[in-house]
């Protein structure tokens, strides 16, 4: 069975202070791994696809990196609007489209 | 990407009647998607709703509680029926562009009492 783990559950940093959200999974051939931003009250945001291992996306302060076995989201600089919950999804090759989500990371960036 | 609408936003039902959640488009798509996020929970896949055919449906969701429609290339419709407090989740629609990717609704926040 397809499964995502997010680490941590809750993050909280000070502006400016970088870090990293760690998405693991398990999945039977892996047709792309998938970030998306929730923001309370609204439907999930697309951020990045990434498709193989080793393969890096970019966008503003942020920066997707993907492993055989997981995806980092690295967040650079960060500020008070990038406060949110981030979820990651994979979807299988033979999945038929069926995205599989991770319980997300509830990101909190202090001013 | 395409501009997803979900009608209503939010709705308090009483126990044991039903609601029939919209989703609308502004271009045509092939695939469209119901999933479901209950309290404090990630999102899990109900059903793909496809156009012209019976929508196929995930484990542990059934058609009779949950019925879809599609009617066409941008329109759509998931019913919860019989509800429960249970049943108290965010009902969000998604489609897929032709990169792949799926693009979510605003969702629909539903309380049963």
């Known amino acids: 069975e397809d499964q995502v783990t997010q680490s941590p559950e809750a993050l909280r940093l000070q502006e400016g202070e970088s870090s990293s959200l760690n998405c693991s999974y398990t999945v039977s051939g892996l047709r792309g791994l998938f970030w998306y931003r929730q923001d309370p009250g609204k439907g999930p945001e697309f951020l990045f696809t990434l498709y193989s291992a080793g393969e890096e996306k970019e966008k503003e302060r942020l920066k997707a990196t993907l492993t055989k076995k997981e995806s980092f989201l690295h967040i650079t600089a960060p500020k008070p609007e990038d406060s949110a919950t981030y979820l990651c999804?994979?979807?299988?090759?033979?999945?038929?489209?069926?995205?599989?989500f991770g319980q997300g990371t509830r990101l909190t960036i202090n001013p | 990407s395409a501009v997803i609408s979900q009608k209503p936003s939010r709705d308090i039902c009483q126990r044991g009647t039903s609601l029939t959640i919209q989703c609308q488009v502004d271009s045509q798509v092939t695939m469209m998607f119901w999933y479901r996020q209950q309290p404090g929970q990630s999102l899990t896949l109900i059903a793909t709703a496809n156009q012209g055919s019976e929508a196929t449906y995930e484990s542990g969701f059934v058609i009779d509680k949950f019925p879809i429609s599609r009617p066409n290339l941008t329109f759509s419709t998931l019913t919860v029926s019989n509800m429960s407090p249970e049943d108290s989740s965010i009902y969000l629609c998604?489609?897929?562009?032709?990169?792949?990717?799926?693009?979510f609704g605003p969702g629909t926040r539903l309380t049963v009492l």
């Open positions: 998604s489609v897929e562009d032709l990169s792949d990717t799926q693009y």
């Open positions: 999804a994979v979807q299988a090759v033979r999945g038929a489209q069926k995205l599989v």
